[in-house]
């Protein structure tokens, strides 16, 4: 039993168990017992909620006590600790066991020492070593990857996803991405005033916190982005990395602030704070969803652009009838066509906010067929993009299940094709299960595919079971071709009537029509 539980609950070489989740709730545990303790310090936040922040301390208190005695309970099933006679003692006396210990023993003494209020404020703030325990493993990784390596390949492997980056870099990706997310928080918080005045001095200290953080993470990237392919000239590299949308998001994430320090005394530029709310575009680069739905964007574009410009006419056509029927009625508010093009839109929208709206019995019929209309106009982009999106993803995910098959060439998986296929499930969203019913029917397609080279086909038909595994691989491929090639090009071969036969071109338009967008 004690095997089992330390197999799925603190073993990091057991793929698809509860390890990294538990570490990951810990870490962020501990970042939150950071905040508490800041926001401890302002008499008017704790003050009036003193009792949740002591049943938050408990709480934190109760998950860290049942770490530290599980991990000391499966201390023998740790290969750390296991080495000799007294195994739990060896993890008693570890650096690690020492600083959970020292995170929940405060709590403890408390209860039976007098100890001084700021004194245990402090030594709660040792929990923050805790996050050691993760940090440690993933930079003796990070070493080991990048053995032999020089500094501006091993900074490029920290903010940049490769190979060599390991966990390291997505503890630094969720780094860069936890400032994001509390940053743009104090942005919008710091807009009521009744908090603002409150945390006026923690909230500057946080924005220069955070602009350092940004900053250093631009700095860093410039730096190392010539190790990256297509950016390899130390000069037109950067320069090209910089006009780049991720890029140029990043520069604007920390602008408005040098800005406001060098030039108030010359330009009132407290407008440029609100800008601090695009550090949410940084979010963007951290989510394969984004790069998907840009893709399928540029895909649709045509059709897209083609409902707009649908929807376009229709709303300055209604807005030209609406100013027509209603201008003589309510001069005031259908007082010209741009004026009515608003309430057009509105009421094409289907949200209809009643501050524009018609009295003439003619007006309001023109409405209701507007408003039916609108229902239908207005949903083309979202099917489009929602039908596009979803075809996108199906063949990315074929495309992956291709890799898979030729990664099986050789029978096995190494550690560099594992990392890709992570990459490539976390961008596409599947799960464990999924990825490795990819990988399981990806071997036996190559199974089979072994079994039936260089067989005839007189061969072939006298074994079914391999017959319909070569059939289904040859349709797969012909899929594959009708989703990637250019339609019009391929079109044009097979109604040749010199290049191809009847039925070839029938098999042709069954396959174009099952592989068009829902």
């Given amino acids: 039993m004690r095997a089992f539980f330390h197999q799925w609950l603190l073993d990091p070489n057991t793929r698809g ?21 800041v926001l401890e310090g302002v008499p008017a936040i704790h003050d009036p909620y003193k009792e949740w922040f002591h049943i938050f301390d408990i709480f934190s208190v109760v998950v860290f006590t049942v770490e530290y005695l599980t991990r000391l309970y499966l201390a023998p099933e740790d290969e750390e600790f296991r080495r000799g006679a007294f195994p739990r003692w060896n993890y008693v006396r570890s650096p690690f066991a020492v600083i959970d210990l020292i995170a929940i023993l405060p709590f403890y003494l408390a209860a039976f020492i007098a100890v001084d209020l700021r004194m245990l404020r402090a030594l709660r703030l040792l929990r923050i070593f805790k996050i050691l325990r993760v940090l440690l493993p993933a930079y003796r990784e990070f070493q080991e990857l990048n053995r032999g390596r020089s500094f501006r390949q091993k900074v490029h492997a920290l903010v940049w996803p490769s190979a060599y980056g390991g966990q390291l870099h997505e503890f630094f ?4 991405m936890v400032w994001v997310v509390v940053s743009v928080l104090a942005v919008v918080l710091e807009s009521v005033l009744a908090i603002h005045y409150v945390l006026n001095l923690e909230f500057v200290i946080l924005d220069i916190v955070a602009v350092g953080v940004f900053t250093m993470e631009y700095l860093l990237r410039m730096y190392s982005v010539v190790e990256s392919e297509g950016h390899r000239h130390p000069v037109v590299g950067r320069v090209k990395y910089a006009s780049s949308g991720n890029a140029i998001i990043d ?6 602030f040098f800005l406001e320090a060098f030039l108030h005394h010359l330009f009132d530029l407290r407008f440029l704070r609100v800008f601090r709310l695009l550090r949410l575009l940084k979010l963007t680069k951290y989510t394969g969803a984004t790069s998907t739905m840009f893709v399928v964007i540029k895909r649709e574009w045509p059709v897209m652009a083609g409902a707009g410009f649908i929807m376009l006419l229709l709303v300055v056509l209604t807005a030209s009838l609406g100013y027509l029927f209603e201008h003589e009625a309510q001069p005031d508010k259908f007082e010209n066509i741009p004026q009515a093009i608003y309430w057009a839109v509105i009421t094409l929208a289907s949200v209809g906010y009643g501050d524009i709206s018609p009295v003439t019995p003619i007006g309001r019929f023109m409405t209701i067929i507007l408003a039916l209309m609108g229902i239908g106009i207005f949903a083309i982009p979202a099917a489009l993009l929602s039908s596009a999106f979803s075809d996108q993803l199906r063949i990315e995910r074929e495309t992956l299940a291709n890799v898979l098959y030729n990664m099986m060439a050789d029978g096995q998986i190494s550690h ?12 596409l969203h599947l799960s464990d299960d999924e990825v490795q019913r990819l990988i399981e029917r990806a071997r036996r397609e190559r199974e089979l595919k072994d079994d039936h080279t260089g067989l005839s086909i007189t061969k072939l038909v006298e074994r079914p079971e391999v017959a319909i595994e070569l059939y289904r691989e040859m349709l797969g491929q012909m899929r594959q071709i009708a989703l990637l090639v250019d339609a019009q090009a391929m079109d044009r071969l097979i109604d040749d009537p010199g290049r191809t036969t009847p039925l070839e071109r029938s098999i042709w338009k069954v396959i174009r029509e099952a592989t068009k967008p829902a």
């Fill in 251 to 256: 520069f604007l994430a920390v602008i408005p």
């Fill in 173 to 176: 990706d969720t780094f860069i």
């Fill in 416 to 427: 560099e094709e594992q990392e890709i296929i992570d990459r490539e499930a976390k961008r």
């Fill in 17 to 37: 168990n509860y390890q990294a989740a538990i570490d990951r709730f810990v870490a962020l545990l501990i970042i939150a017992n950071l905040f508490a303790l």
